[in-house]
C-alpha cells in the first residue's frame, strides 16, 4: 500500500471549490492553489489570455501606488481583500519607507488568513491580518482589532486593489467605499483597481466562466463611468483613472499595449 502523501488543506478550506484568491495566486505564479483553482485560471485564459499578464501588472500597480502614498507621508494602510501573500508584501514596500508603518491586511479566505498569520507571526507588531467580509464594512471599520491598530483619527490609506468587482451591486460596493470614506480624515487616500467591461466583452467572457465552474465570488466588470464614481468625494492624483500599466509607470516594466488592458486603477486623495 502506498501512503497518499497530497498535502491536506488547512481547516475551512475547501479544495473542490475554485477559490478567487488562490485562481490569483496561480495567474501570479505562485504555488498556494489547488487542481479545482488551476482548471478554473486554464479555462479563464482560453478567453482571456491576457489574464496572468492582467494580474501581474494589476499587482504592480499596487507596489507602485502603496509606494507613492508612502512617499506621501502616510503610515497607516488597510488592505481590504488582501490576498495569499505575494513579494512584495504591502508592509514589505511602506516599510521601505517608513519602518514604523502600521499594516491591517483583511480577507474573508481562510486560506489567506493562513498565510497571512504565518507569514507574519513572529515579525513585527505592526502587521496584523483580520477575518472580515467586505459586505459588512461596518463590522470591518469597527472591529476592536482594526481600532486598536490604525488611529482613524489621522490620515490613512486603504487599498481596495482588484477585490470590487467581487461584490455585486447588491453587496452594495458603494456603500462600502462611502462607509470608508465618511471614517477618513482629509488627506487619507483611496487605493483602487477594478476589472474593466472592456468593449470587446472579453473582461464578461472571463466572468462567465468564474460563474461555471461555481468561485468563491462572483467577477463583475464595471464601465469606466461606473469605476469613476466610486472615487466620488476624492479627488485623483496624477495620472487620474488609467489601465493598470499607465498608472506611473516605471522604466523596464511590462507595457500592456492596447490589447491586453482588462484592468482599471486610480488613487483618490480626500480633499
Ligand atoms: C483578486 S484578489 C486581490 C488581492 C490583492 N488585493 C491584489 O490586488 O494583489 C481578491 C481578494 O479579495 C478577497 N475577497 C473576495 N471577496 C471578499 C469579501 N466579500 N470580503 C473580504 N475579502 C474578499 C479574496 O479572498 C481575495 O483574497
Redesign the pocket.
Known amino acids: 500500500m502506498t501512503a497518499d502523501l497530497t498535502p491536506s488543506p488547512p481547516p475551512g478550506v475547501d479544495p473542490n471549490t475554485p477559490?478567487?484568491?488562490r485562481v490569483?495566486d496561480y495567474f501570479l505564479g505562485g504555488k498556494d492553489n489547488f487542481a479545482a483553482d488551476r482548471e478554473l485560471a486554464e479555462q479563464v485564459l482560453t478567453v482571456a489570455p491576457n489574464a496572468r499578464t492582467t494580474a501581474r501588472a494589476?499587482?504592480d500597480f499596487?507596489v507602485r501606488a502603496t509606494e507613492a502614498v508612502a512617499e506621501a507621508g502616510i503610515d497607516q494602510f488597510v488592505?481590504?481583500?488582501?490576498?495569499?501573500p505575494?513579494s512584495p508584501n504591502v508592509h514589505e514596500v511602506a516599510q521601505r519607507i517608513n519602518q514604523d508603518t502600521r499594516v491591517v491586511y483583511?480577507?474573508?479566505?481562510p486560506i489567506?488568513l493562513c498565510h497571512a498569520r504565518a507569514l507574519l507571526a513572529g515579525t513585527r507588531p505592526d502587521v496584523i491580518a483580520v477575518e472580515?467580509?467586505?459586505?459588512e464594512p461596518k463590522e470591518i471599520l469597527e472591529n476592536r482589532e482594526v481600532t486598536a491598530h490604525i488611529d482613524f483619527t489621522r490620515p490613512v490609506a486603504v487599498?481596495l486593489?482588484?477585490?470590487l468587482h467581487?461584490?455585486t451591486d447588491e453587496d452594495g460596493p458603494g456603500r462600502l467605499v462611502e462607509a470608508i470614506r465618511d471614517r477618513m480624515v482629509p488627506g487619507s487616500y483611496l487605493v483602487l483597481?477594478h476589472v474593466w467591461d472592456d468593449p470587446a466583452g472579453v473582461a464578461r467572457a472571463a466572468a462567465e466562466e468564474y460563474a461555471r465552474k461555481g468561485a468563491?465570488?462572483p467577477v463583475v466588470p464595471r464601465t469606466r463611468q461606473q469605476v469613476e464614481r466610486f472615487f466620488d468625494g476624492f479627488e485623483l492624483i496624477e495620472p487620474g483613472l488609467v489601465h493598470l500599466d499607465q498608472w506611473r509607470p516605471t522604466e523596464g516594466m511590462i507595457n500592456a499595449g492596447v490589447d491586453d488592458r482588462f484592468g482599471l486603477c486610480a488613487v483618490g486623495r480626500k480633499p
Open positions: 477559490s478567487i484568491a490569483y494589476n499587482r499596487l488592505d481590504l481583500g488582501t490576498g495569499v505575494t483583511v480577507d474573508n479566505d489567506v472580515g467580509d467586505l459586505r487599498l486593489v482588484a477585490m467581487l461584490l483597481s468563491s465570488a
